[in-house]
């Protein structure tokens, strides 16, 4: 599991707004904090397409 995209502490992910990595060492908060940034990135897109 080391060294792979499972590892909590080998998967690092960079905050787009911030560049600051984001670590997870929890799984389900992981899942968790996935989700909100899809829903966030849905929201922005029907938002930016209602504009239009």
Known sequence: MERSAWCPVCAREF??????????PNFTASAIADSIRSKAKVARSIRSAAVR
Do not use: A, L, R
Request: hydrophobic share 50%; charged share 10%.
């Open 15 to 24: 905050d787009t707004m911030t560049g600051v990595p984001i670590v997870f």
